[in-house]
């Protein structure tokens, strides 16, 4: 469908003047002035040389010849110019002197316009014009007209030759890249390129249109860019405010932190002194209780001694002078100096802390490289079950990342993001309310991770106890693998050379590849796989994976060839993604499965101890092979160095395993030679044994939640 071109509104008045342009020039910025204008603003710079600064942009041009004379005649300007100062006479209603009758200085006012002559004549000269028998068929149009009136396109005037003033501009030089007239044709151009002028006009549109059209991706671009740019001041501004926030709290941890230490210095202090003055308070008690005793005694001996009768002085005497002798042994025996003289002291040396303080914290810019987080398992099935948690594993731990969710559809949601760190990794988790489609961003500082926003298909939770047949497609012919589309297609391998492809209601739509040997066709079409609206078909008999446009089914390569080293194949069948980037390929006679890029780069090998017809992987990135020489299932880490466990049906082992998928919740289907198709538990018990089928193989899961199998010797795919 081709784009339609959009209107461009240009202003035909000049940027210095504000008026509509008079022999308007262009500069190589592009920008336009009215002749008179360039030369005044030549003359306002003062310049001495032959440049001219663009009133508009500022940028530097120089003059050819060093006049401004010299640059492009900007023709399409004069010409709209003109025709919208005409317009906008008529349109004004207001009085316009004829332009016959004001060369004689007359007052008369136009009545009709000319569009012939592009001239307004007044009453008199109108009524000549009509009598002449050149003009009488001239189109006028009539100023008195109380409506308004519809403008023919104004005819384009000749140009004339800046230096041949009589010569008209009739042919252009493509050397030069300019209109000349005859007579500068025959000086200076004569052995140039040049050709009639009219005859280069189809050229020169066709010219300016492709060059439109190779800007067409410019702008989206460079917006786009603008965007990310006012997102990121956005985001700079946001962390500003964050990092003032952290700054702010981390100081009132310490002002907290300061001041319960202050207060607990206090209280020791207290502490110290309390127990110093009780030591001093208990012996100045001592002291006092002995100059009371002392000077009682001394005033009592004082007294009787001055007494006349020795019968008063011999009663009390021995009393007295025992008192006085034990408080002068106690005087002897008590030191006269405060015992406890110790001064209470402090540590509060601030030189060291406040070089710390001055020290602490720091705040810098930091490179992220964002590529180096990515969510390294959990999104191998882009699944998730209504109003049950999904978690989801990103390959390094990180302090800042931030998490959310919103509806493809643009409605909002109220929810959130957790994420935790957990040793090596950080685990992201939600709890999506609603059925349908999301996206689910996980940014660190503001800038989104590998491969973030997510797209996330949330479906309602399925008994698989109870499930039912819901439709069949029948392909015609045996058939191997089936995928299915995000819009619903259903894809299905026949063995008669093509892919087939049904509608969501069972109608087949179309076909990708035939039978053949070359690019695009096919020997044995086997396995399926869609990641996004790309196609991948392993083929059986000729030993390669090709990708094709799942909506076109365009061809677009191919990776694979038949051997049994790093890159080669061997009858491969099932294939997965591990939602990293990686395709998995069941390399079935070589005992192993392969993993590929996208773009068909070898980048391992896991060996298998038998025939390996699929694989699946599981919301915790491990990788499931079915292994059909030896009836289980054989489990791999994600990283696909360590075999983990091997596994069958407890219920009923497996009889030659062919397809598998794993849901988001981690039911396992498998799909078995013996006609069955096995539904097992995240625990691994059987939960559901669907029978009917014959020699079922590939298994696919719809973002819905539905189960399709390829019904081989039926030729059909069963959805339940």
């Known amino acids: 469908m081709g784009n339609k071109s959009p209107t461009v509104t240009v202003s035909m008045t000049c940027e210095v003047c504000s008026e509509y342009y008079t022999d308007p020039l262009m500069l190589p910025c592009l920008h336009s002035f009215c002749k008179k204008c360039l030369i005044k603003a030549k003359g306002k710079q003062g310049s001495p040389d032959t440049s001219l600064k663009c009133p508009t942009c500022d940028t530097s041009v120089n003059l050819p ?241 001055e007494r006349t009768d020795p019968g008063e002085v011999l009663s009390v005497k021995k009393l007295i002078t025992n008192q006085l002798e034990e408080c002068i042994e106690e005087y002897k025996k008590l030191p006269l100096e405060i015992e406890d003289k110790g001064a209470i002291l402090t540590r509060l040396d601030t030189s060291t802390l406040s070089k710390e303080i001055n020290e602490f914290g720091s705040v810098s810019e930091v490179d992220i490289d964002v590529d180096a987080y990515s969510i390294d398992s959990g999104l191998a099935i882009p699944l998730a079950t209504v109003k049950k948690e999904r978690k989801f594993k990103v390959s390094l731990p990180a302090s800042y990342l931030k998490g959310s969710f919103i509806k493809s559809d643009g409605s909002k949601e109220e929810g959130r993001v957790v994420i935790v760190n957990d040793k090596n990794t950080a685990i992201v988790s939600c709890t999506l309310q609603s059925i349908g489609g999301y996206e689910l961003s996980v940014t660190i500082r503001g800038h989104h991770i590998k491969g973030s926003p997510y797209q996330l298909s949330v479906k309602a939770s399925r008994d698989y106890t109870t499930l039912t047949n819901q439709r069949s497609f029948s392909v015609g012919y045996y058939n191997h693998g089936v995928a299915v589309h995000t819009n619903g297609e259903v894809f299905a391998s026949s063995n008669d050379g093509f892919v087939q492809v049904f509608g969501d209601d069972g109608t087949a739509v179309r076909r990708i590849g035939s039978k053949g040997n070359g690019n695009g066709q096919f020997g044995k079409p086997w396995g399926l796989l869609l990641v996004g609206d790309r196609l991948y078909v392993s083929d059986d008999t000729l030993h390669r994976v090709q990708c094709f446009s799942a909506t076109t089914g365009q061809y677009i390569g191919q990776f694979g060839s038949k051997g049994n080293g790093n890159e080669q194949l061997s009858n491969p069948r099932g294939m997965s993604t591990d939602g990293k980037g990686n395709i998995l390929v069941a390399d079935h006679n070589n005992s192993r499965v392969q993993v590929f890029k996208e773009d068909g780069t070898f980048v391992q090998v896991m060996q298998c101890d038998g025939d390996a017809t699929d694989v699946a992987v599981d919301n915790e990135g491990k990788m499931h092979i079915t292994n059909w020489s030896q009836d289980h299932v054989q489990v791999f880490s994600p990283d696909g160095k360590t075999h983990l466990d091997t596994y069958n049906n407890p219920a009923g082992n497996f009889s030659s395993p062919d397809g598998i998928a794993i849901d988001d919740e981690g039911y396992i289907f498998v799909s078995c030679n013996n006609s069955y198709l096995h539904v097992l538990s995240p625990d691994r018990k059987q939960v559901k044994l669907i029978s009917g089928l014959s020699c079922p193989w590939g298994v696919a899961l719809d973002k819905d939640g539905y189960i399709y199998v390829a019904d081989y010797y039926n030729k059909r795919i069963m959805k339940y």
């Open 65 to 305: 010849d060093g006049k401004i004379e010299g640059l492009t005649q900007n023709l399409w300007f004069g010409h709209k110019s003109r025709e919208a100062s005409i317009k906008k006479k008529i349109d004004s209603k207001e009085a316009i002197p004829c332009d016959k009758c004001s060369v004689d200085d007359s007052s008369d006012a136009a009545v009709v316009y000319c569009c012939d002559c592009g001239l307004f004549l007044c009453e008199h000269c109108k009524k000549s014009h009509k009598r002449s028998k050149k003009e009488a068929d001239h189109k006028l149009i009539c100023l008195e007209a109380k409506e308004s009136v519809e403008l023919p396109a104004i005819k384009h005037e000749a140009v004339y030759c800046a230096r041949h003033l009589d010569q008209k501009l009739t042919y252009y030089c493509n050397d030069c890249n300019k209109l000349v007239c005859p007579i500068c044709l025959n000086v200076k151009h004569k052995s140039h390129n040049y050709n009639y002028y009219l005859d280069e006009g189809d050229t020169a549109r066709k010219a300016l249109k492709e060059s439109v059209a190779s800007c067409d991706g410019v702008i989206p671009k460079v917006t786009k860019a603008i965007a990310n740019g006012e997102k990121m001041l956005e985001q700079i501004a946001t962390r500003k405010e964050e990092v003032r926030q952290e700054i702010k709290e981390t100081f009132e941890e310490l002002k907290a932190a300061l001041d319960k230490r202050c207060n607990d210095l206090l209280m020791g202090t207290e502490e110290i002194a309390r127990a110093k003055r009780k030591s001093v308070k208990k012996q100045l008690d001592g002291f006092r209780k002995l100059v009371k005793q002392v000077s009682h005694g001394r005033d009592l001996a004082s007294s009787v001694s």
